[in-house]
Antibody, heavy 116, light 113 residues
Framework: EVQLVESGGDLVQPGGSLRLSCAASGFTFSSHRMHWVRQVPGKGLVWVSRINGDGSITDYADSVKGRFTISRDNAKNTVYLQMNGLRVEDTAVYYC?????????WGQGTLVTVSS | DVVMSQSPLSLPVTLGQPASISCRSSQSLVHSDGKTYLNWFQQRPGQSPRRLIYQVSNRDSGVPDRFSGSGSGTDFTLKISRVEAEDVAIYYCMQSTHWPPYTFGQGTKLEIK
């Protein structure tokens, strides 16, 4: 059974940093692109970042480019999102998503709150 | 960026009646490989999104056959043949043809009338 379990969400002050983790199981992790998608509570879904299977190719939404870094450790079956320079508008639930013919499995999400 | 526009944004439906959600893209979603990467997701209250349909009309495993997807080019539709109580959710279309970024529609909230 495919499982994606996010962790690392917390309350952080503007300008602060946070690292999200997503532990994957139930499939061959290194064979899949992985994404982070976020959702402000009560609002819609917004794609944040993507990483390919071996970690050599990454992409970012313009809103996070230069502040967020996606990475993965295939030995640990884990994908990360390092978030620096956090802003109030980064407050959201962050979902880890597997990409197999596009976004087929989603984690339960982890809440990041940026507030002073 | 490709803009995805859904309508209606709110959809009250009587149990047992059909429902239809439209999704339009700002440019054709036909990829250079000939496939069309238009997907539909369901997000029930308090839950993570779940993919229902991929590549316009392919239903995911476990998705009831009352859900169907259709369309081409820039115009797509998600239909529910007979709405059940468990279908109360927000439905999102999403394109994965032209990326980055991957883009979602605003969401359509289906409720029981």
């Amino acid at each position: 059974e495919v499982q994606l379990v996010e962790s690392g969400g917390d309350l952080v002050q503007p300008g602060g940093s946070l690292r999200l983790s997503c532990a994957a199981s139930g499939f061959t992790f290194s064979s899949h692109r992985m994404h982070w998608v976020r959702q402000v509570p009560g609002k819609g879904l917004v794609w944040v970042s993507r990483i390919n299977g071996d970690g050599s190719i990454t992409d970012y939404a313009d809103s996070v480019k230069g502040r967020f870094t996606i990475s993965r450790d295939n030995a640990k079956n884990t994908v990360y999102l390092q978030m620096n320079g956090l802003r109030v508008e980064d407050t959201a639930v962050y979902y880890c998503v597997r990409d197999s013919a596009t976004f087929d499995y989603w984690g339960q999400g982890t809440l990041v709150t940026v507030s002073s | 960026d490709v803009v995805m526009s859904q309508s209606p944004l709110s959809l009250p439906v009587t149990l047992g009646q059909p429902a239809s959600i439209s999704c339009r893209s700002s440019q054709s979603l036909v990829h250079s490989d000939g496939k069309t990467y238009l997907n539909w997701f369901q997000q029930r209250p308090g839950q993570s999104p779940r993919r229902l349909i991929y590549q316009v009309s392919n239903r995911d495993s476990g998705v009831p056959d009352r859900f169907s997807g259709s369309g081409s080019g820039t115009d797509f539709t998600l239909k529910i043949s007979r709405v059940e109580a468990e279908d109360v959710a927000i439905y999102y279309c999403m394109q994965s043809t032209h990326w980055p970024p991957y883009t979602f529609g605003q969401g359509t909230k289906l409720e029981i009338k």
